[in-house]
């Protein structure tokens, strides 16, 4: 949403706003950058050097900068990483979070590996929506592509995910082709059949990912695919989500139980409705994805920043935010982080 769009009364005075007129109302908190998985479009094999225990933000850390965004206006945050589940005791952090008076959506994305044991005490403590990662429905491509043998974990927590009946579930899936794009009519009948929305998300381009251009598939392709075996139907949508959302009906006719949606951010991007800011696992403000520019709070917080100078400090970030990222090829060849140092 930009401003001018914003009915007076959700124009929030101190709101985060960017030389572009953008209202900053989502906010993605990477708490680690470990992951138990390898997954090859999100990390090289080797080579990357983790944070050490000191370096990530605290649990207070992460409160205190969190309380102070949702003051300015951010209503919705998730949790990512790396693998957030993997972070000791996340259950705690999600609930001193979901008390944040202001909030109104506290999420989560996972790999779901941790998910069958921790899928009931999320919600209990404060998880509203879950988002899971999952490019396979194959055993034998998922050891490939995450370098781990860890598919029945997954699909359990996907069964306890479910069975949890959280206010939105997703499942997120990178869609490569020669990789996974023959498995499209597969996961459109597990949306057909369950009470989730499957959302197909465009390779993007990531430090040591092994992209290029001939393995996106883009949105406009995967429809055409799914139109062989169902009807889609758009359905309306927030103008600053990322997806585009459909629902699905059977060549009868018969309304699927779920939803699917398309994340485009390579074909047909969306910064123009931009609402997001991240944090990364060490402290940094990022107000693109795909800018390189981070802004340290930690430090400055250990150092005795008060609640005003981090407030600053976030702003300054915005005001580093570029109108649009780059097109896919020229982001292929820019310096950032890999997405598990950044944080999904
Ligand atoms: C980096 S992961 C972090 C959270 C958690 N470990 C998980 O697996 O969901 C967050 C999301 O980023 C997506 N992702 C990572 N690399 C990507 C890429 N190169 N292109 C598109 N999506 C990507 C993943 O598929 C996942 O849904």
Redesign the pocket.
Known sequence: MTLSDAPAKMQNKNALIDNFQRVHTYLRISVTDR?N?R?A??MPAEGIVYRQKKELLTFEEIERVASIMVRLGVTKIRL?????MVRRDIEKLVYKLAGIEGLKTLAM???ATLLGEKAGVLKKNGIKAL???L?TLRRERFLQVTRRDQFDQVWQGIQSALAQDFEELKL?S?VMSGFNDDELLDFAEFAFNNKINVRF??????KD?E?NIEKVVTYKEMIATLESCYKLTPISADPSAVGKDFSLADKNGKPGKGTVSFITSMSDSFCSTCNRLRITADGSVKSCLFYPAEINLRDRMRDGATDAEVEEMIRYSLSLKPEAHAPAEELSQSENRT??EI??
């Open positions: 992951c998985l997954c479009y999100c990512t990483g790396g693998e957030p994305t996972t790999n988002n899971i990662s490019d997120n990178v998300i465009e390779f993007m381009p990531f990912n992209w997405m598990i944080g999904g």
